[in-house]
């Protein structure tokens, strides 16, 4: 009788963990395994210089994607995404330079985080 409790008393505790680690689902990418990269001061920094790019077709899964807005060129030459008026988020974003054929691509923190870990 004893053992049936202990027994018990054990696979209750052990569904009660299993299911608190199931409900815990960390914002993945793609659903990956990784969760998705905080922006932080030193990834804030590292994008300063290397936050964005231009470009002049973006093209995903063999077609053009679609594009986050229009930027002038004058904004999109600053380079860093804070200077722009652009907050960096888990995706990439993609803006038309405003009269030219070129496009303006500003870095993810998962591309931020990729690149940063790379360079150590």
Request: charged share 20%.
């Given at each position: 009788m004893i053992k049936t409790l202990l027994?018990?008393?054990?696979?209750?505790?052990?569904?009660?963990?299993?299911?608190q680690q199931t409900s815990?689902?960390?914002?993945?990418r793609d659903g990956s395994q990784y969760p998705v990269p905080v922006l932080t001061?030193?990834?804030q920094n590292y994008a300063?210089?290397?936050g964005s790019f231009?470009?002049?077709e973006?093209?995903?899964?063999?077609?053009?994607i679609q594009y986050d807005?229009?930027?002038?060129?004058?904004?999109?030459?600053?380079v860093n995404p804070a200077e722009m008026g652009i907050a960096i988020t888990d995706k990439d974003q993609?803006?038309?330079i405003t009269g030219t054929n070129q496009y303006l691509v500003v870095k993810s923190t998962w591309a931020l985080d990729g690149e940063m870990k790379m360079q150590k």
């Amino acid at each position: 009788m004893i053992k049936t409790l202990l027994s018990l008393g054990f696979l209750f505790c052990m569904g009660l963990s299993y299911g608190q680690q199931t409900s815990k689902t960390p914002k993945t990418r793609d659903g990956s395994q990784y969760p998705v990269p905080v922006l932080t001061k030193e990834m804030q920094n590292y994008a300063i210089a290397h936050g964005s790019f231009i470009t002049t077709e973006v093209i995903k899964d063999g077609a053009p994607i679609q594009y986050d807005g229009e930027i002038s060129a004058e904004t999109a030459k600053k380079v860093n995404p804070a200077e722009m008026g652009i907050a960096i988020t888990d995706k990439d974003q993609y803006y038309k330079i405003t009269g030219t054929n070129q496009y303006l691509v500003v870095k993810s923190t998962w591309a931020l985080d990729g690149e940063m870990k790379m360079q150590k």
